[in-house]
C-alpha cells in the first residue's frame, strides 16, 4: 500500500487528506461515492456500480490500481474521492506501447472545490510512474464536454500535470424503436462462436494498428478478456462476413448490468412531461419505457468494434442487426463510440443516434506530454470501460 498526507482546510485546525490504495474493505465507500456523483441535465444520471466496484478496474489493464482520499481520523475516515489507473499495452502511432489509462476520477459533492481533487491527481501521477516505470510514458484520460472544473484542471494549475487533448470522441446512444431493415448487400451477420476466435483475433491485428491506444489482443488474449468480462459471452459478438465468407468486422452487445449501470436521479420538468408522453406512445413502436427516478435505465455497449476504416458498410450492417437482436428486450439503446474523425461515422446516418461528446488528454507521470503528435489517427476508445 502506498499513502501520502498533505493538511486540508476542510475543517477547524488542520484535517489530515489521505491517499492510499483502495483495499476489498473500501468497496461499499465507492460504491456510494459512485451513486453521490450523478451527471446533471435534463436526465440526472449516475454510475450504479454495485455489487462490486472494482469489476471495471480488473478489465481496464495489464495491472491496475484505485487510490482513495480520505479525511478525518484513520479509524473513522471518510472517503472522499477516488481515481483508478491501469497499464496496459496499446498500438500508439501503429506500434505495441505500454501506457497508462486514468479513470474513475471521482469526488464526492460536500469535498469539491477543496484539495481533495489535488491530492488524487498527485496520486495517479505517482502511480503512473510505479507502473510504467517511466516519466515519459503516456497516460491517458477522457473528460465529458462541458465539465468545466475537469476543463479548467487540464491547464496543469498549481504545479499539477498539464492534460493535453488530442482527441473528441462521440458516444452515440442509438435508440431501439420501430423494426428496420436489417440487410445490406453483400454482407452477412451472425454470432460468434469460439471457432470464430483466430479469425476475429486476426481482423483485430490488422485493424487496431491503424486506431490509436487500441488494445493488443491476440487470439488467447481475446479469449481471456472474453472469459473474464462479468455478463459477456462470445455469443455476445456479432460478426459480419463478406461475400468470400471471411469475417470483415465484428462487435459485441455487452449488458453490464450485473455490475454496472446507469440509474435515473432526476427529471427536469420539461422531460418529466416529454417521458409521461413517450411512455404513452412507446409501446406502438417497441420501445422500452423511460423509467422513473430512482430506477436504472437499461442499456447496453458496443464493444471491441472492429471494423477496417473504408468499410461503414460493414459497420451499419453490424449497427442494424444489433438493433433488432436489442429491440424489444426492454433495453432504451445501445451504444457505441466513434472518434469525430472516423470515416466509419456514416454508418450511423438514419438510426437517430443521439451524441455524448467526450474529449481524450495525454500527460505523463512527470506532467506534459512532450512526445509524437496523437491526433493522425482516429482513437480507439471503449465507452463500456467508462
Not at 499495452?89 to 481533495?116: E, L, T
Not at 424489444?328 to 463510440?337: E, K
Not at 437517430?352 to 506534459?368: E, K, L
Request: hydrophobic share 50%; glycine share 8%.
Amino acid at each position: 500500500m502506498t499513502a501520502a498526507t498533505v493538511m486540508s482546510p476542510l475543517a477547524p485546525g488542520a484535517t489530515a487528506i489521505r491517499t492510499r490504495d483502495a483495499v476489498p474493505g473500501d468497496n461499499a465507500a465507492l460504491v456510494a461515492l459512485s451513486s453521490a456523483c450523478a451527471m446533471t441535465g435534463d436526465v440526472g444520471l449516475c454510475v450504479d456500480r454495485a455489487p462490486d466496484f472494482f469489476a471495471l478496474n480488473r478489465l481496464e489493464g495489464d495491472r491496475w490500481r484505485v487510490g482513495v482520499a480520505t479525511v478525518g481520523k484513520e479509524a473513522a475516515e471518510d472517503v472522499a474521492g477516488c481515481i483508478a489507473v491501469a497499464e496496459r499495452m496499446a498500438y500508439v502511432r501503429g506500434a505495441p506501447m505500454r501506457v497508462g489509462w486514468v479513470s474513475d476520477f471521482k469526488v464526492h459533492p460536500r469535498h469539491r472545490g477543496g484539495p481533495v481533487a489535488d491530492a488524487l491527481t498527485r496520486w495517479a501521477s505517482a502511480t503512473g510512474r510505479a507502473l510504467l516505470g517511466r516519466d515519459d510514458a503516456p497516460l491517458t484520460m477522457t473528460i465529458l464536454a462541458g465539465n468545466v472544473p475537469m476543463e479548467r484542471r487540464a491547464a496543469g494549475q498549481r504545479g499539477l500535470p498539464v492534460l493535453a487533448p488530442f482527441a473528441d470522441l462521440d458516444a452515440w446512444a442509438v435508440p431501439l424503436l420501430w423494426r428496420r431493415r436489417t440487410l445490406v448487400d453483400g454482407v452477412r451477420v451472425a454470432r460468434a462462436s469460439e471457432r470464430d476466435v483466430e479469425e476475429m483475433a486476426a481482423l483485430w491485428v490488422r485493424v487496431a494498428p491503424g486506431r490509436q491506444f487500441a488494445p493488443v489482443l491476440d487470439a488467447p488474449a481475446l479469449a481471456a478478456w472474453v472469459a473474464a468480462a462479468p455478463g459477456l459471452a462470445l455469443s455476445d459478438y456479432l460478426i459480419a462476413r463478406g461475400r468470400d465468407g471471411r469475417i470483415a468486422g465484428f462487435l459485441a452487445l455487452w449488458d453490464q448490468s450485473s455490475f454496472k449501470q446507469l440509474r435515473v436521479t432526476s427529471y427536469s420538468r420539461r422531460l418529466a412531461a416529454a417521458r409521461a408522453a413517450l411512455n404513452a406512445v412507446g409501446p406502438l413502436a417497441g420501445a422500452a419505457p423511460l423509467p422513473p427516478a430512482g430506477e436504472p435505465l437499461r442499456t447496453v455497449s458496443a464493444l471491441h468494434v472492429c471494423v477496417p476504416g473504408d468499410a461503414a458498410a460493414v459497420l451499419r450492417a453490424l449497427l442494424l442487426a444489433a438493433h433488432d437482436a436489442l429491440r424489444g428486450r426492454d433495453y432504451a439503446f445501445f451504444t457505441v463510440g466513434l472518434d469525430a474523425r472516423d470515416p466509419l461515422r456514416v454508418a450511423l446516418r438514419g438510426l437517430w443516434a443521439q451524441p455524448t461528446v467526450v474529449r481524450a488528454y495525454v500527460t505523463t507521470p512527470a506532467g506534459c506530454y512532450a512526445g509524437p503528435r496523437l491526433d493522425a489517427l482516429p482513437l480507439h476508445h471503449e465507452v463500456a470501460l467508462t
